[in-house]
């Protein structure tokens, strides 16, 4: 009815959005954040609220808020209701989606429902996986041929990834077909390596036949693959307060600025809940961590700042530079 009430419901709406953005990226699962969202309000983790721009206007309220929510607050909050959570986020990943029907293969058409979808979903995704596309320019089709990206050529895929600048690649591959007169589906999703290198297949449906709604079942197949995805991600990198272990580290050094510099990563790691300093030397420290998830979500937090987790045959664990040769 005023100026004033638009504003409040105006903000507050804007903070439940926020904060249900924050949460589902964090705890994946929409059933569980349902529940905490139920068992908690936002304002026991608001840090601040900044106002980009706003006008208020008898009865109505049009804003640009951003929203920022205490981490150490809903860390402890996740431990104390025992939720398991993911923080990280992934190196790029390159999407490149192929139809290939009777017609042909198709790579870079903007009528194509298969391959606008995967735009759209791209493009409207929030969570961890960071999924990056190549536009669909005269440049890409001629020199990242459909052809070759139906057939997995190494060299094609590795050449798109670095184009990207990509660490990895899902090729999702949509084909039509036909069985008799009944048009039948088949759909993947392939992962490779920076240099072309199959990892792994998500989400294989064959011979599918092909109902009313193409675009219907070409959107459940996107869905599934994109949902293996993140699924994988957030397993991988899972935080638990319920998995505690301690981990003693060497961390070699060249210098104290690197030191405090190591330090500093280590405090911005959310696996690592705190650490103790048990030896500092002119050439190495030694530290012992809480580690709060498995060893693959550390290696993966340490790769996000250039460092790896290396084990020699005694079974001491040292933290290293992944740049060095």
Request: aromatic share 8%.
């Amino acid at each position: 009815k005023t100026a004033g009430e638009a504003r409040e419901l105006g903000t507050r709406a804007a903070a439940e959005t926020a904060f249900g953005v924050v949460l589902k990226r964090l705890l994946h699962d929409p059933e569980i954040v349902a529940e905490f969202v139920a068992k908690h309000d936002l304002d026991e983790f608001t840090d601040f609220v900044h106002i980009s721009e706003e006008n208020s206007l008898e009865g109505r309220y049009i804003a640009l808020l951003d929203f920022c929510f205490d981490a150490a607050r809903l860390r402890q909050s996740f431990r104390t209701s025992g939720l398991k959570w993911t923080e990280l986020r992934s190196p790029p990943i390159l999407v490149l989606p192929v139809w290939q029907g009777p017609e042909g293969a198709r790579a870079w058409q903007k009528n194509n429902s298969w391959l606008s979808g995967w735009r759209d979903a791209v493009e409207t995704t929030h969570g961890l996986v960071n999924f990056v596309l190549l536009e669909p320019t005269i440049v890409n089709e001629r020199s990242l041929r459909a052809e070759d990206l139906a057939r997995a050529n190494q060299v094609t895929l590795s050449y798109a990834a670095t184009l990207a600048g990509a660490e990895q690649t899902m090729l999702v591959i949509a084909r039509l077909d036909y069985q008799g007169a009944t048009p039948v589906l088949t759909v993947d999703g392939q992962l490779f390596s920076r240099d072309g290198r199959l990892l792994t297949t998500l989400a294989k449906m064959v011979d599918m036949p092909v109902a009313n709604n193409l675009a219907e079942q070409l959107g459940i197949a996107r869905s599934k693959i994109l949902g293996e995805m993140e699924a994988s991600w957030y397993a991988a990198n899972a935080i638990s307060g319920n998995d505690t272990q301690r981990l003693t580290l060497v961390v070699p050094i060249t210098s104290l600025a690197q030191w405090t510099s190591r330090l500093a990563v280590f405090d911005q790691i959310a696996v690592f809940n705190g650490y103790d300093i048990r030896k500092l030397d002119i050439g190495s420290g030694v530290i012992t961590a809480n580690v709060e998830g498995t060893i693959a979500a550390v290696e993966n937090a340490l790769l996000a700042h250039d460092l790896k987790l290396v084990t020699d045959v005694n079974g001491r664990m040292s933290i290293v530079s992944s740049k060095t040769q």
